[in-house]
Each structure stands twice: as structure tokens, then as C-alpha cells.
């Protein structure tokens, strides 16, 4: 992935002075393009198909509820909370999630393409068969993430835990894993073909490894 700066606060986006902000009357006009959603809290809400275009959202919360096949390109997300909302199918390009907490969102068959997930918490998040190409996970807390069946290329994990992370059937292409602080996997060790894990991790991993790849070990 091109390095690039991750934008902190709404002033360094490079549309933020164009931002405007959001109408609750026309929260279903389509697309939303160059709008800032402040604080807004979303119950239930169906949004299925929703196009959202260089927006901003800070401080936005979202329980339950469905983005299925929602479209985010090039938006920006700080301190945004997701729970049990269904975010299945959507596709994500060129965005920035930074300080974001979601728990068990519904993301399987997304396509995730140039996104930054910065010091962000998931917890039970479903990427099942879903398709991640250059996406950067930094300082960032994974709890019983799921990407069973999905494809990763090109993805990272500086400075981030994971913690029970499932790669069940996973596909993986120039994975690199050096950088997470934690890893331990509760399911898909044979997926990690096509990942590259530092020396001090492959150790920590060996008994789980050898456990579910079927490698007896013993002294003498």
C-alpha cells in the first residue's frame, strides 16, 4: 500500500472546508456527497444501497440497522460507533476509519480497497468471504474477527492485537503480520501460506500450530 498520512482531524481532509452539514430530512437522498455527520445517532435505520462520497463522520453512533451494499469512497470516520448493524456487501475505497469501535457488524462479502483503520476496536466483526487489498490495520484492537473464506493482499497489522482471529479458508497474498504486538489465531492456521510472521511469533504460535495441523510433538 502507498504510504500516505493518515488525516486525525476534520481540517486535514482535503474537502473539509466544502463539507456541509447533514439534514436528518435527507437522510434517504442519494448519494451523500460532501456531508458531515456530527454526532448524529442512528437506531434501525435502513440505508440499503447508500452512496456516500468525501463525507466526514465524527462522533457518530449507529445500533443496528442496515448499510447492506452500501458504497464509502474516499470518507473519513472518527470516534464512529457500530453495533449489530449489518454492513454486509458494502464497498469501502480510499477511506480513513480512525478511533472507531464496532461490535458485532455484519461485513461479509465486502470489498475493502485502500482503507486505513487507525487505532480502531472490532470486536466479533464478520469479514467472512469478503475482500481485503491494501488495507492497513494500525494500533488497532481485533477480537474474534472473522475472515474465513476471505481473500487478503497486501494487508498489515503495525502495532495492533489480535486476538482470536478466525482465517479459516482464508486466502492470503503478501500478508504481513511482523508488526502486530499480539497473535493468536482460533482457527486457519494452514491459511497463514502466504503471510509473513516474525521469528518471536512463530514460536508463541508452535503448540497451537502444531495442535491443529496434526504434528505430534515429543522429546526423546
Known amino acids: ?31 451523500h456527497e460532501l456531508v458531515h455527520f456530527d454526532g448524529d445517532r442512528f437506531e434501525g ?4 444501497g447508500a452512496r456516500f462520497i468525501e463525507s466526514a463522520f465524527t462522533a457518530t453512533q449507529w445500533d443496528g440497522g442496515v448499510l447492506r451494499r452500501c458504497r464509502f469512497t474516499d470518507v473519513w470516520m472518527h470516534t464512529v460507533r457500530m453495533a449489530g448493524t449489518d454492513t454486509a456487501e458494502c464497498t469501502w475505497l480510499d477511506s480513513t476509519i480512525v478511533a472507531g469501535m464496532f461490535a458485532g457488524t455484519a461485513s461479509f462479502n ?28 494500525e494500533d488497532c484492537l481485533l477480537t474474534d474477527v472473522d475472515f474465513g473464506e476471505a481473500s487478503l493482499t497486501r494487508v498489515t497489522f503495525p502495532g495492533s492485537s489480535l486476538r482470536g482471529l478466525h482465517l ?23 491459511s497463514l501460506a502466504g503471510a509473513v510472521i516474525g521469528r518471536a ?3 508463541a504460535i508452535a503448540p497451537a500450530l502444531a495442535a491443529n495441523t496434526g504434528i505430534t510433538v515429543q522429546d526423546g
Open 45 to 48: 435505520v435502513n440505508l440499503t
Open 168 to 190: 479459516a479458508k482464508a486466502k492470503l497474498h503478501e500478508v504481513d503480520l511482523r508488526g502486530a504486538t499480539e497473535l493468536d489465531l482460533a482457527s486457519g492456521f494452514e
Open 110 to 137: 465486502s470489498e475493502v480497497q485502500r482503507v486505513v483503520f487507525s487505532s480502531c476496536k472490532l470486536n466479533g466483526v464478520n469479514f467472512r468471504a469478503a475482500r481485503l487489498v491494501d488495507v492497513v490495520f
Open 1 to 31: 500500500m502507498t504510504d500516505r498520512t493518515v488525516p486525525t482531524v476534520l481540517s486535514d481532509l482535503p474537502y473539509a472546508e466544502e463539507l456541509r452539514p447533514f439534514d436528518p430530512e435527507q437522510l434517504h437522498l442519494d448519494p
Open 201 to 203: 511469533q512463530l514460536i
